[in-house]
């Protein structure tokens, strides 16, 4: 009698299918990805995400247009200063052409002059005056012309016991950009990590991903991928300006705001990351698409403040000190202080320190809500709920 048995029939047998040898043992036939390849498998599917999304490729063709659009316009403005062109008669020219911002265009006598005037082909005319302190008398339409006068007028000479560095507009060009471009990555990149959370967890697509990744990696994938697509927009657009300044010959411009725009990008990496946390948190505490807006509020007004508050006080020196050292404004205020000048070498170091510890500390902090949250259906959770667990 045969005593052949069939595969796997038996539990003093050896299977032909390895799987089948693994479920008997205990172990899962595919085991679990190990918390960092998670990571990465939930960071690379935001990213592809965003790739394919054409409303971010449209976004971001916005940015880089606006970027360059911007660098253009500056840099024909400082070639082509405006210039106000002003009919002369006789000696009246070489008084002009010693005047910057003016053009003259020569006429036969005064008569002359005063029809190129009256057809508006010049803003005014100057003609030789003998009895005038400059030489000179100015002859216009309707009102007497602020810029042939400031052209035309003597100023004394000035000392400054403390002058500024930069330009009060420049300043507030730079304070702008700064806080512009970190306003709106930061509310994009954060809506959209917000907007993924509640899709998942309301379509119950989250049950299924927390059968087989820890909800610590599902947290820290969503983070790390909009982190990326964010700090990799940022590069791309100081590079745009970079080379649009040094194309266009503001390369002195350019060598001032350099290492503005490098601690910019460094300070963007780390504060992104912090408020993309907190909107994930938040997210997590609603079911509904149409919750997103009410519970993530506080995290967008936090993003709003920093932009406000530069653009205000980009001229106060104390508040900008005091903004280049709260984490949530560091990311605009403390660059701006580097153009200006106003910063030590070692005060971007301990903002950036203080900034770093901040972040890692609303790291745990929202990944508590995130997990005691993710799973509640139905209602809002509250906030001390979530912290309870």
């Known amino acids: 009698m045969s005593t052949d048995t069939k595969p796997g029939t038996d539990a003093g047998t050896t299977s032909a299918f390895p799987g089948q040898n693994a479920a008997r043992a205990g172990r899962p036939t595919h085991p679990a990805p190990s918390f960092w390849a998670s990571v990465w498998l939930v960071s690379n599917r935001e990213i592809m995400s965003r790739l394919r999304s054409k409303a971010f490729l449209i976004s971001t063709g916005i940015l880089f247009i606006i970027a360059i659009g911007s660098v253009v316009a500056g840099g024909l403005l400082g070639s082509n200063p405006s210039s106000t062109q002003v009919a002369v008669v006789g000696s009246a020219s070489s008084v002009v052409e010693q005047s910057e911002g003016l053009t003259a265009v020569a006429a036969d006598d005064v008569a002359a002059a005063e029809q190129l005037v009256r057809d508006g082909t010049v803003e005014a005319a100057v003609v030789p005056d003998d009895d005038s302190l400059v030489g000179v008398s100015v002859i216009a339409l309707e009102s007497a012309p602020s810029s042939v006068m400031n052209a035309l007028s003597v100023s004394p000479a000035v000392e400054l016991l403390d002058p500024a560095s930069q330009n009060g507009f420049l300043v507030y060009l730079v304070a702008l950009g700064f806080g512009l471009v970190f306003f709106m990555s930061a509310l994009t990149f954060g809506s959209t990590i917000a907007q993924s959370v509640v899709e998942e967890k309301q379509t119950r697509v989250v049950e299924i991903l927390m059968t087989t990744i820890p909800v610590r990696a599902l947290l820290a994938g969503k983070v790390l991928g909009n982190s990326i697509m964010a700090l990799g927009q940022i590069i791309a657009i100081a590079l745009l300006v970079g080379i ?11 060598a001032d705001l350099g290492p503005a725009i490098g601690w910019f990008a460094v300070f963007f990496a780390f504060g992104f990351v912090m408020i993309a946390a907190l909107f994930a948190a938040t997210a997590s505490m609603v079911s509904r698409q149409e919750d ?22 980009n001229d106060n020196p104390l508040v900008m000190t005091i903004l280049s050292y709260v984490p949530f404004s560091a990311p605009v205020g403390m660059p701006v202080r580097v153009f200006l000048g106003t910063a030590e070498w070692w005060e971007p170091v301990l903002s950036l320190a203080i900034l770093a510890l901040s972040t890692v500390g609303v790291i ?17 959770v509250t906030m001390k709920q979530a912290l309870r667990g």
């Open 244 to 254: 649009g300044m040094a194309v266009t010959g503001q390369r002195v411009l350019l």
């Open 292 to 313: 997103v807006g009410t519970t993530t509020a506080p995290v967008t007004y936090l993003v709003m403040l920093p932009y406000i508050l530069v653009l205000i006080f």
């Open 364 to 380: 745990v902090f929202g990944s508590r809500i995130y997990r005691n949250s993710l799973l509640r259906m139905g209602g809002r």
